[in-house]
């Protein structure tokens, strides 16, 4: 029995928690971290000896963000008064100053009762915290025990969320808004036991949509197990960033086509057409979507493509600006354009500006991602088609930094199908024959998850072409089975057999054993299946 013993000992070696800055966590997306501000445990106009005041205004949100409580993130007003301090400050339970995070321009400013000034620098304590926004950021772990958890905190909206246990999505889940504080939230219970490899996945957007962008942003605060966290999965072989609006944030995607719902209980990433050809190339996914955007200013994608945080402004101070060589895609996919309005000269202008600006962010880069345009949109997705194809010819016109752009795109009667058109054999779009209510659509004219993978059926083939990927995706298809391989050894399988019901045994006693010592009282919340 000693070996029964040794192997108990593995499986049940109790719980273990890692924070944000453990190795053992892998990110795909971008994820803002600490640059070290802290609130002042004293009041006062100055900072501690070797620390400095936080004295710009676009810094100033992101301190409360990083330092104090998200009910008082919000950065109230500017004011210039040299009767309260300098640059960025906090109140709570204050005279004359509503609790929350305050900024005065005043040069001088003066101490005013329990007003606390936000500080930075020194050996300010980073907190392990992150923070995120774009859909489809993604948390992975690989890890060893029956059951995981997930300490999260909410956007001002709050969040909804996604659990992948091997491979497998289980259903989403909202996260509670910001201010309603931290919750541990149960990803998965009641797993088999050995390891296991879990995905973590924000599939809504930032449904707050509004300057200080901290707003809009959920925080990611560490992992839990019954049993142990294992190194992180291997790095995939390739990657994509995908840059569009509604269709690549999965914008009602879980919807009905017999109406809208809020954005928390329907948006879905993982179901979009995007991160369905991601996870048939085997790519890592990175989506820089906004529901609305386009390309053209104000409210254009493209000039949000430097920012950690899409409604924050690029920051190296603050914590916000993106390093691009941390993250280099084999190619940039883009399926955008259909929001603006009209199409003319100008938008071709400013698709071009769009993949020049993608050639400066990534001009370092040793092989040149290649771009690729999508013409598939819901809606009025294929009114952009002849300008995206102009704007590609001049692009690519006379080119020698190695960068090319392509074009590929559904065809015309895919599009009228999945938009709920009727099919009449013109050419043609007529919008008026389109109402968007077929079974390839969620709410509000956008596709679901049935019309989102025509989409990537009909891109596939065309961005492996591209990317010289031919046949990769049927490959990993094949190799993905369920079936022990023929011939195999009976006694192996005998064998195999017998220790699965060792371990299922092992794990039953692991799990008599916690409920004999599990401490009372413990909150959780609802398990995301």
């Known amino acids: 029995m000693l070996w029964l013993l040794l192997v108990q000992a593995m499986l049940c070696d109790g719980e273990e928690e890692i ?22 445990s004293t009041p006062g106009n100055e900072c501690p000896e070797g620390f400095s005041k936080v004295t710009e205004k676009g810094d100033c949100q992101a301190a409360a963000a990083w330092a104090s409580d998200p009910k008082f993130w919000l950065l109230f007003d500017t004011e210039s008064a040299k009767n309260w301090p300098h ?8 005279g004359d100053c509503s609790d929350g995070t305050w900024f005065n321009s005043h040069p001088g400013g003066s101490d005013h009762g329990g007003a606390r000034p936000y500080c930075k620098g020194g050996d300010a304590p980073a907190d392990a915290t992150r923070y995120y926004a774009w859909p489809g950021s993604q948390i992975e772990a690989r890890f060893s025990g029956t059951r995981v958890s997930a300490n999260l905190t909410g956007s001002r909206t709050g969040d909804r969320f996604l659990a992948v246990l091997d ?16 919750k541990q939230y149960t990803l998965a219970e009641g797993l088999s036991p050995g390891g296991h490899t879990l995905g973590l996945w924000k599939i809504t957007e930032d449904l707050w949509q509004k300057n200080g962008g901290f707003q809009g942003a959920c925080r990611f605060g560490g992992l839990s197990v019954d049993g142990q966290f294992l190194d992180p999965p291997a790095p995939r072989e ?10 690549t944030a999965g914008y009602c995607a879980d919807g009905l086509p017999s109406g809208g719902a809020p954005e928390r209980k329907v948006d879905d990433t993982y179901n979009t057409w995007a991160a369905q050809l991601a996870r048939r190339l085997n790519a890592d996914f990175v989506a820089l979507a906004i529901s609305g955007y386009g390309v053209e200013e104000p409210q254009s994608v493209p000039d949000k493509l430097s920012r950690i945080l ?16 941390d993250y280099v895609p084999d190619a940039v996919v883009m399926l955008i354009g259909p929001n603006d309005y009209p199409m003319n000269e100008k938008f071709k202008s400013y698709y071009i500006k769009m993949m020049n600006k993608i050639v400066s962010n990534y001009a370092n880069a040793s092989t040149p991602p290649a ?51 009727k ?3 013109r050419k043609e779009i007529n919008l008026k024959n389109c109402h968007g209510a077929s079974h390839y659509n969620g709410c509000n004219s956008h596709y679901n998850e049935k019309g989102h993978a025509r989409v990537a059926d009909e891109i596939l083939p065309q961005v492996e072409k591209i990317m010289g990927w031919e046949g990769l995706s049927r490959l990993l298809t094949n190799t993905h089975h369920h079936h022990p391989p023929a011939g195999l050894n009976a006694g192996v399988v005998v064998a ?17 054993r916690k409920i004999q010592v599990a401490p009372q009282g413990e909150e959780s919340q609802p398990l995301a299946q």
Request: glycine share 12%.
């Open 167 to 182: 491979g497998e999505p289980r259903e989403p889940f909202v996260v509670a808004k910001h201010k309603e504080g931290w």
């Open 310 to 325: 899409p409604f924050h402004s690029s920051s190296v101070g603050a914590g916000t600006a993106w390093n691009f060589s």
């Open 496 to 512: 195999g057999v017998v220790v699965a019901i060792i371990l299922v045994a092992v794990a039953a006693v692991c799990v008599y």
């Open 19 to 40: 924070f944000p800055d453990d190795p053992r966590l892998a990110y795909i997306g971008r994820f803002a971290t600490s640059p070290g501000f802290f609130l002042s």
């Open 238 to 247: 390739r990657r994509l960033e995908f840059i569009g609006d509604s269709d």
């Open 87 to 94: 640059g960025c400050y906090f109140c709570e339970d204050v």
């Open 423 to 425: 099919i009449n054999g």
């Open 371 to 421: 771009l690729i345009s999508v013409i598939a949109g819901s809606s009025n997705g294929f009114q952009p088609s002849d300008y995206i194809r102009q704007a590609t010819a001049e692009f690519n016109a006379g080119r020698g930094d190695g960068f090319e752009a392509h074009v590929t795109s559904i065809t015309t009667n895919t599009w009228k199908e999945i938009n709920g058109c």
